[in-house]
């Protein structure tokens, strides 16, 4: 079993809907949960941070931690043919050495459609 | 805002050359990465540095090297290329310190031939 499981898709939806995006991990020492974008050709893009359970939102971006169920989320709304990228979650352990090392998902792929 | 540049986007490499992946951070930060992204595979750590000439193997380190001479810097090295290392390479580095995000350069796509 993978440390954290995210389903690849690819996932295709009209302009203006609301994409939900998921992630599970299996080690309840996972703390530190980051979503990042990557648009076709380029690097990893930080998008949203959080370290507790609940919500955080950032615009149109919602990024939701449950750490009971070890299941993290990003939602979009409203969402727009820009969006359309690769969305990686990524989780790391609390405490240990200061360059803990991330654990990635393999990534959602993301198509809007105007 | 956050920079992470590395060397060359593209770059075409014979079986056996040794190669040189180039990565310079301008936010002082502590900690580098050398990643590798695959189709279905995710990305996978291969070496992190966490201080100058300090480094810490990742998961997949056979067949690599890295360099830290300075702190903004951050080199990989491919002992004798070999074509199971045609891959994206991604540098980030992040600050010292529980739980700070990764910053990401663009990457280099490398091809060993």
């Known amino acids: 079993q993978k440390e954290v499981e995210q389903d690849p898709g690819p996932l295709s939806v009209p302009e203006g809907a609301i994409v939900s995006l998921n992630c599970t991990y299996s080690?309840?020492?996972?703390?530190?949960f980051m979503w990042y974008r990557q648009y076709s050709r380029k690097g990893p893009e930080l998008l949203m941070y959080?370290?507790?359970?609940g919500n955080k939102e950032d615009g149109r971006f919602t990024a939701q931690v449950d750490k009971s169920s070890k299941y993290i989320s990003l939602f979009i709304r409203d969402s727009q043919p820009s969006d359309s990228a690769t969305y990686l979650c990524?989780?790391?352990?609390?405490?240990?050495?200061?360059?803990?090392?991330?654990?990635f998902g393999q990534g959602t792929i993301l198509t809007v459609h105007p | 805002d956050v920079k992470v540049t590395q060397s060359s986007r593209y770059l075409v490499k014979r079986t056996g050359e040794k190669v040189f992946l180039e990565c310079v951070q301008d936010?002082?930060?502590?900690?580098m990465f050398w990643y590798r992204q695959d189709p279905g595979l995710g990305l996978r750590l291969i070496y992190f540095?966490?201080?100058?000439?300090?480094?810490e193997k990742g998961d997949i380190p056979e067949g690599y090297s890295v360099s830290r001479e300075k702190k903004e810097r951050f080199s990989l090295i491919l002992e004798s290329a070999s074509t199971n290392q045609t891959s994206m390479y991604l540098c980030?580095?992040?600050?010292?310190?529980?739980?700070?995000?990764?910053?990401f350069g663009d990457g280099t796509r490398l091809s060993i031939l």
């Open positions: 540095s966490y201080d100058v000439k300090m480094k």
């Open positions: 080690n309840s020492a996972f703390q530190y």
């Open positions: 936010m002082d930060h502590e900690n």
């Open positions: 959080t370290y507790s359970s």
């Open positions: 980030a580095s992040s600050r010292a310190g529980g739980g700070q995000p990764q910053h």
């Open positions: 990524a989780i790391r352990f609390s405490g240990g050495t200061s360059y803990g090392k991330l654990t």
